[in-house]
């Protein structure tokens, strides 16, 4: 079963092997890594890693049916038993936003979570997608809790969850992404079945951020926001024995304005 699993949004996989993902996909330790974001058919993705590919990674994906938007894939070091597209609701399955794989006991999800706009028709997609995710999850950590699977949903969030999350939590209130509807959410799947695994590691303390805007100084400032989680079922995070995000060492080697977060399991 895998034990390192990794989560990052891309930002547009070709975009990205141009500036070091290929490379990264070379030297990383992990077992599973989920991508977000990928804006690239299901064939591009795989001509964009056809190296990593032949180096041995495996990748499932769902391609979203808007050109060049959304996207989600699993990388892996061995092939899945099982895999699945969407959420069960109708509006987003063509989108690009949800895919599990199953390997052995363990479910890995990658997730991309719409973004919004308030008083936007954006923002009125988002909600709607938090609904019925909200009540997909609920069955999912119910089923597995009666088949003894663990699962592990990795990606971008599109909310930070608490003022720990974000840098500049004051001018954000009023902005998506730091709404109080979206923050009492993620709260509520918190309350039940999930745990923030990367949080639960790293207790009272900024961050660790995972996404920096490309405008201004705010990755050299390290005024970022945590919006990439890996919420796990409670066997699955209690064997959680370290994360960390993977912030690259200088603003010139990023090759998304998100890093890497990574967790190790027992």
Known sequence: MPHIVTTVNVNGVRAAARKGL???????????????ETRATDDQLRSTLAGPLADGWHVVSAESAAKGR????????????????GHGDDEFADAGRYLEADFDDLTVASLYLPTGQVDTPKQEQKDRFLVSFARYLDGVASA???AGRDVVVCG????????????????????????????EWV??????????????LHPDVPGPYSWWSYRGKAFDNDAGWRIDYQL???GLASRAKAAHVERAASYDLRWS???????QYR
């Open 70 to 85: 959304s996207g989600v894939a699993i990388l892996s070091r061995r092939p899945p038993d099982a895999v699945r597209v």
């Open 22 to 36: 290929v490379e990264w996909l070379g030297a990383t330790a992990a077992d599973v890594v989920c991508l977000q």
């Open 144 to 146: 597995a809790d009666d």
């Open 232 to 234: 796990a079922t409670a």
């Open 257 to 263: 304005d998100h890093a890497p977060v990574t967790v």
């Open 187 to 200: 709260a509520a799947l918190l309350s039940t079945h999930w745990f923030d695994v990367v949080r639960h």
């Open 156 to 183: 971008d969030w599109n909310i930070a969850h608490t003022e720990l999350d974000i840098k500049n939590w004051k001018g954000n209130v009023e902005n998506s992404g730091f709404l109080a509807h979206e923050r």
